[in-house]
């Protein structure tokens, strides 16, 4: 979907590999820069966004629907910010992130439920 604004994109087929290449980068000096959530095929489309030496290295994931992505905060812990954005907005639930806002991070209890979804 973003091919045509993000290069260098590395497809990942499932949350091991994931958390393996995300492992990877960071042990190769990578810095965690963000990462973008798509609504695609009835799923998400997540792009991680990773920087070193003004390069960028991107890891692209999609996520059926039902299925919960694991958090990468394990490993980069200022990811916690941005999956528990995406919980309040998409309505995903990430697996073992370091602090769960429970779809509390910016949503308050009178919110609509995941306004993105």
Same mark, same amino acid.
């Given at each position: 979907?973003?091919?045509?604004?993000?290069?260098?994109?590395?497809?990942?087929?499932?949350?091991?590999?994931?958390?393996?290449?995300?492992?990877?980068?960071?042990?190769?000096?990578?810095?965690?820069?963000?990462?973008?959530?798509?609504?695609?095929?009835?799923?998400?489309?997540?792009?991680?966004?990773?920087?070193?030496?003004?390069?960028?290295?991107?890891?692209?994931?999609?996520?059926?629907?039902? *299925?919960?992505?694991?958090?990468?905060?394990?490993?980069?812990?200022?990811?916690?910010?941005? *999956?528990?954005?995406?919980?309040?907005?998409?309505?995903?639930?990430? *697996?073992?992130?370091?602090?769960?806002?429970?779809?509390?991070?910016?949503?308050?209890?009178?919110?609509?439920?995941?306004?993105?979804?």
């Amino acid at each position: 979907m973003l091919d045509n604004v993000i290069q260098n994109i590395t497809e990942i087929k499932g949350s091991g590999e994931l958390l393996k290449a995300v492992e990877g980068l960071k042990s190769d000096g990578y810095r965690y820069s963000t990462m973008i959530c798509l609504k695609a095929n009835e799923g998400h489309e997540f792009i991680y966004i990773f920087e070193k030496d003004n390069k960028l290295k991107n890891l692209r994931y999609f996520v059926k629907p039902g *299925e919960k992505p694991k958090s990468v905060s394990g490993i980069y812990l200022c990811a916690l910010l941005i *999956e528990n954005e995406y919980q309040d907005l998409f309505g995903l639930t990430f *697996e073992g992130l370091a602090i769960d806002y429970k779809g509390h991070l910016y949503l308050t209890p009178n919110s609509p439920k995941a306004p993105l979804a």
